[in-house]
């Protein structure tokens, strides 16, 4: 059973313990109460000294539970903020003291998963491996992360041995239209494109056309200095 309870100076107790079901345990309430309590502050747990195993486990459980699921609730924030209110939006992030970067992530993973398609069973971090590959696949390798219970890192590691064996769960290839790229450079082309003003994968094309040309236009400058 666990209880939450916000404290003046914005901390909280968050209690972990099971419902009592004889009248002794009733007695020993209060002492039962004040051994399971962690107490989460801005800068860190008051974890207490008699906290036993299995209060300690479910408060990493709901700790690790709160993490993933904080990244969907800033992203839906994010969203919704943009959606509605324009350019406010802006003033709306800088208020809450949050980084805009770090939303912009979440806020893109947010919109590339609409609530249904969440897994509950797999973390935030798992949606973002995916967010970049058409909605189809991304629920093919859902599938497959949560029948075989994979972390973020072997779901990565998964895709990418698909795309080197030049295969998708067991499709023909399209080495056009799928590129495995880190999650990070991800993210920087999309602020690259966001602040061009021009739809991400319009960028990436118009970049890699501009590319290929300059990279053409330097061999054929050269095989004309060599001859």
Same mark, same amino acid.
């Given at each position: 059973?666990?209880? *939450?309870?916000?404290?003046?100076?914005?901390?909280?107790?968050?209690?972990?313990?099971?419902? %009592?079901?004889?009248?002794?345990?009733?007695?020993?309430?209060?002492?039962?109460?004040?051994?399971?309590?962690?107490?989460?502050? =801005?800068?860190?747990?008051?974890? %207490?000294?008699?906290?036993?195993? !299995?209060?300690?486990?479910?408060?990493?459980? &709901?700790?690790?539970?709160?993490?993933?699921?904080?990244?969907?609730?800033?992203? !839906?924030? $994010?969203?919704?903020? =943009?959606?509605?209110?324009?350019? /406010?939006?802006?003033?709306?992030?800088?208020?809450?003291?949050?980084?805009?970067?770090?939303?912009?992530?979440?806020?893109?993973?947010? +919109?590339?998963?609409?609530? !249904?398609?969440? @897994? %509950?069973?797999? #973390?935030?971090?798992?949606?973002?491996?995916?967010? #970049?590959?058409?909605?189809?696949? *991304?629920? +093919?390798?859902? !599938?497959?992360?949560?029948?075989?219970?994979?972390?973020? =890192? &072997?779901? @990565?590691?998964?895709? @990418?041995?698909?795309?080197?064996?030049?295969?998708?769960?067991?499709?023909?290839?399209?080495?056009?239209?799928?590129?495995?790229? %880190?999650?990070? /450079? $991800? *993210?920087?082309?999309?602020?690259?494109?966001?602040?061009?003003?021009?739809?991400?994968?319009?960028?990436? $094309?118009?970049? $890699?056309?501009?590319?290929?040309?300059?990279?053409?236009?330097?061999?054929?400058? =050269?095989?004309?200095?060599?001859?």
């Amino acid at each position: 059973m666990t209880n *939450q309870a916000s404290g003046l100076d914005g901390s909280t107790v968050v209690q972990f313990r099971k419902k %009592p079901d004889t009248a002794a345990r009733h007695l020993r309430l209060n002492a039962d109460v004040a051994r399971s309590q962690v107490l989460t502050t =801005k800068v860190g747990l008051q974890i %207490p000294g008699g906290l036993t195993f !299995d209060d300690w486990e479910r408060a990493g459980r &709901q700790l690790s539970g709160i993490l993933s699921s904080s990244s969907w609730w800033l992203g !839906d924030w $994010l969203v919704y903020g =943009k959606d509605h209110y324009g350019d /406010r939006y802006q003033r709306g992030i800088r208020a809450a003291g949050l980084q805009y970067q770090t939303l912009r992530n979440y806020a893109w993973v947010s +919109r590339r998963f609409e609530m !249904d398609r969440r @897994r %509950p069973a797999l #973390s935030f971090q798992h949606h973002a491996e995916l967010a #970049s590959l058409p909605t189809e696949e *991304q629920d +093919r390798w859902l !599938d497959r992360a949560e029948q075989m219970k994979w972390t973020t =890192k &072997q779901l @990565r590691g998964a895709i @990418r041995m698909a795309w080197e064996n030049g295969t998708a769960d067991g499709e023909s290839a399209e080495p056009t239209r799928k590129l495995a790229v %880190p999650g990070n /450079r $991800l *993210q920087w082309w999309h602020k690259a494109a966001e602040q061009s003003g021009i739809d991400f994968e319009d960028w990436v $094309l118009a970049t $890699l056309d501009n590319a290929a040309e300059r990279a053409l236009k330097e061999t054929q400058e =050269k095989a004309g200095i060599s001859a």
